[in-house]
T-cell receptor
């Protein structure tokens, strides 16, 4: 099991453009969360998908949207890119289970640079 | 709103010395608390969580509800402990995870 995979590894976009980032969860996991990590900061929660629906959302504008597919993989879309969107985007997967808090398994991230 | 603070951005200790990474949180309820670690060129991974009350790689963390703290401790630091450490909070099992800004630990040989 390769664990959580993300593509692409790096991406350079221009202000105003749109971008799509992709994530495949760890085998057996059904929940995907996306985080934005700016340089020198901790990961900031964007949203979480479960059963192809957005279950939780952080304080991010509507320019940030996502999707989860029947195979549990997920996409993060960002429209009208701003310079401030430059960051490492992390995907984390977990198994929706009752009882213990979900342990999140992180991918290596996609480094987005907006020029 | 819930918040996690880690007062030290950088922490340097000598090999064999005790280490304590501080974490404070703001939340009126009883949250789930975690420590995540990121070693150089590796992905972020869970180190330990409060509910499990376990010791991982010699690290322990005690929840102090009165001081709203969840400090990470290890009695004898090793060089391989050098990494970025993030404290994180989750209100409930289904809620978003809130991360602190992180502390970079450097263990000097």
């Amino acid at each position: 099991d390769a664990g959580v995979t993300q593509s692409p590894t790096h991406l350079i976009k221009t202000r105003g453009q749109q971008v799509t980032l992709r994530c495949s969860p760890k085998s057996g996991h059904d929940t995907v969360s996306w985080y934005q990590q700016a340089l020198g900061q901790g990961p900031q929660f964007i949203f979480q998908y479960y059963e192809e629906e957005e279950r939780q959302r952080g304080n991010f504008p509507d320019r940030f949207s996502g999707h989860q597919f029947p195979n549990y993989s997920s996409e993060l879309n960002v429209n009208a890119l701003l310079l401030g969107d430059s960051a490492l985007y992390l995907c984390a997967s977990s198994l929706n289970s009752r009882g213990l808090p979900d342990e999140q398994y992180f991918g290596p991230g996609t480094r987005l640079t907006v020029t | 709103a819930q918040r996690v603070t880690q007062p030290e951005k950088l922490l340097s200790v000598f090999k064999g010395a005790p280490v304590e990474l501080k974490c404070n949180y703001s939340y009126s309820g009883s949250p789930e608390l975690f420590w995540y670690v990121q070693y150089s060129r590796q992905r972020l991974q869970l180190l330990l969580r409060h509910i499990s009350r376990e010791s991982i790689k010699g690290f322990t963390a005690d929840l102090n509800k009165g001081e709203t703290s969840f400090h990470l401790k290890k009695p004898f630091a090793q060089e391989e402990d050098s990494a970025m450490y993030y404290c994180a909070l989750q209100k409930t099992s289904y809620d978003k995870v809130i991360f602190g800004p992180g502390t970079s630990l450097s263990v000097i040989p």
